[in-house]
């Protein structure tokens, strides 16, 4: 079976700095592993995706995240952060099959 | 526009009736699926048709819900007798080919029932 747990329903930074997101995964084979984001009343956004190779992985609008199997964990993290970064994020796993299980999502607020 | 479009993007309708959803997928892409989301919640998944042929379908999808895509190019989701429950975003996404590869999603189709 496949999980997924964001730690932490909200969170807050200032702008400029450091933005970090957690997610924790379950999977029973090798999962995929992808990062979403969703503005007010709009559909999910894909940031950055995990299937093979590179653990770090680069994605829009400067967020990375970085795959550890040992943690089976796939936080995402930004160096600094913008205010048009406040939003919804959400973390999803897909192993077998074609359902992507998503985490219940983290509220990102950036104070000017 | 060229990516997943979604009609009505709100329904507001009364306790036991009917509703349908339309979903239009990226041109050309092969698969497509239906998700509910409701506050506070990450997407669940519901259907997911391959063309025109319904491969999987959650638990969630009971019996008053039903998704078609008859030429394997739009989709829709009618919900029966709608429920106060069944209040959530319906989304819709696409993808093509592989099963690694992207999946888009659409806006999405804002539910109330009153």
């Known amino acids: 079976a496949q999980s997924v747990t964001q730690l932490g329903s909200h969170v807050s930074v200032s702008e400029g700095a450091l933005v970090l997101l957690r997610c924790n995964y379950s999977?029973?084979?090798?999962?995929?592993l992808f990062w979403y984001v969703q503005y007010p009343n709009q559909g999910l956004q894909l940031l950055l995706k995990?299937?093979?190779?590179?653990?770090l992985v680069k994605g829009i609008n400067g967020f990375e995240a970085e795959f550890k199997k040992s943690e089976t964990s796939f936080h995402l993290t930004k160096p600094s952060a913008h205010m048009s970064d406040a939003a919804e994020y959400f973390c999803?796993?897909?192993?077998?099959?074609?359902?992507?299980?998503f985490g219940t999502g983290t509220s990102l607020t950036v104070i000017p | 526009d060229t990516g997943v479009s979604q009609n009505p993007r709100h329904k507001i309708t009364k306790r036991g009736q009917n509703v349908t959803f339309r979903c239009d997928p990226i041109?050309?892409?092969?698969?497509l699926y239906w998700y509910r989301q409701t506050l506070g919640q990450g997407p669940e998944f519901l259907t997911y048709?391959?063309?025109?042929?319904?491969?999987?379908k959650s638990r969630l999808l009971s019996d008053r819900f039903s998704a078609e895509r008859p030429k394997g190019s739009f989709s829709t989701l009618e919900i029966q007798r709608t429920e106060q429950g069944d209040s959530a975003m319906y989304l819709c996404?696409?993808?093509?080919?592989?099963?690694?590869?992207?999946?888009?999603f659409g806006e999405g189709s804002w539910l109330t029932v009153v």
């Open positions: 999977s029973s084979v090798p999962p995929y």
């Open positions: 048709f391959q063309n025109e042929a319904q491969l999987e």
């Open positions: 999803a796993v897909r192993a077998t099959g074609n359902q992507f299980y």
């Open positions: 041109s050309e892409h092969n698969r």
């Open positions: 995990y299937t093979t190779g590179a653990t």
């Open positions: 996404a696409s993808s093509l080919g592989q099963v690694l590869n992207t999946i888009y």
